[in-house]
């Protein structure tokens, strides 16, 4: 039977972990963390599904990880629990002026997709919009996604530790397999100096009218993005920035860019103003490297590392979707 740890309870760490239940039944599968559900990154992320900058990963990876998450959605929204798990089909709207943009990736898993025609692109009265889109595709809060994949994973005979690991040799002897889901702080506890933090901003406000994502890659990237009890507004992609305190100058820059898409909002109530840390690479590093330790048995190590490319238009990517990778790893 092996021994699994799986390090780190984000929605890579939960997802993986269940995963891996799920391929292997016999393993032992242990979560060990310093934070869980409400303090991880994707507590405060609006959930939006579309894997956009994935960096260097191949396509071919992108797509058939992204559609894997995408039918776990499905699967998911079509039970009792879709509702309480904060996940619904969300009709989008996403504009760019940005001449690169490749939605190969994508747009044959959403619904609908369509390319906006000029006569769209200019009704929106952005200036210089050079493309968009329109489809429809699932949200699924990560707030209230998490404590369910923990609670599942638990069900399955699962455990949890709730602790800092400081390097991950110090689990040699306890276990067979390390899964190294730990963020942006893999730059930290595996000492990965391409993963580096993209720091995001946002504000969740009461807009309950607002029942349509609109995403722009102009500028710095405004969007708005409805989930059941509030609307999460972008936001700001800073690469290299570790405050996790929000700064006023971007409560403003996200407030006014969003009022502009939709002026409803100078009337919405401001519930919450939050701060993650992107997990950001040039690629996914999904890969196993073992490591030999004297005076112990090889210790195997697999990587789930998110990519969050800042490109020029940085826009977050789906990271469930990485998770899913994970059966590609056993
Ligand atoms: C503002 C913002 C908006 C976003 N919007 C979206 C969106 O709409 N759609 C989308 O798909 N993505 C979005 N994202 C991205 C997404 O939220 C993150 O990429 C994702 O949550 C990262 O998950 P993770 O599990 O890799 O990392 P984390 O959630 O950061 O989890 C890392 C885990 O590892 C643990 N850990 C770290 N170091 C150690 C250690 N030394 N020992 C033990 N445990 C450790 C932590 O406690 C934590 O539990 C957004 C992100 C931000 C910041």
């Not at 404590?147 to 005979?157: H, I, M, S």
């Not at 890659?217 to 992609?237: A, F, M, W």
Request: charge should be neutral.
């Amino acid at each position: 039977m092996a021994r699994v740890a799986v390090v780190g309870a984000g929605v890579i760490g939960l997802s993986a972990a269940v995963c891996i239940q799920k391929l292997e039944p016999t393993a032992q599968v242990t979560i060990i963390s310093e934070e869980f559900s409400p303090h991880t990154t994707g507590d405060g992320a609006a959930g939006l599904w579309t894997p956009f900058l994935v960096g260097s990963t191949p396509l071919d990876k992108v797509k058939k990880w992204s559609k894997a998450t995408h039918d776990f959605l499905l699967e998911l929204w079509n039970t009792e629990n879709g509702g309480k798990l904060g996940i619904m089909l969300l009709p989008v709207t996403r504009v760019t002026s940005d001449d690169s943009l490749n939605d190969e990736a994508w747009k044959d898993t959403v619904f609908g997709y369509r390319v906006l025609t000029k006569k769209e692109l200019a009704a929106t009265e952005i200036p210089d919009l050079t493309y968009g889109t329109k489809f429809v595709t699932f949200i699924c809060e990560p707030a209230k996604l998490l404590p369910y994949l923990l609670q599942r994973f638990k069900e399955k005979g699962g455990k949890v530790i709730k602790q800092r690991v400081s390097d991950l040799k110090t689990l040699q002897h306890e276990f067979d397999i390390v899964v190294n889901c730990t963020g942006v702080q893999a730059h930290h506890v595996v000492g990965d100096k391409k993963v580096k933090p993209i720091r995001g901003q946002v504000l969740k406000v009461e807009a309950p009218e607002i029942s349509h994502a609109f995403l722009s890659d102009c500028e710095d990237g405004h969007y708005v993005i409805p989930n059941q009890d509030s609307v999460t507004l972008g936001g700001t992609h800073q690469e290299n920035d570790w405050n996790r305190n929000p700064y006023p100058e971007d409560t403003k820059f996200i407030k006014e860019g969003c009022e502009k898409l939709y002026p409803t909002l100078k009337q919405a109530k401001l519930v919450r103003e939050w701060v993650g840390l992107r997990p950001g690479r040039e690629s996914v590093r999904l890969e196993l490297e073992i490591i030999n330790i004297p005076g112990g048995a090889p210790l195997k190590v697999k990587f789930i590392i998110v990519s969050q490319t800042l490109l020029r238009n940085n826009t977050p990517t789906f990271d469930l979707v990485i998770a899913k990778g994970v059966k590609y790893l056993f």
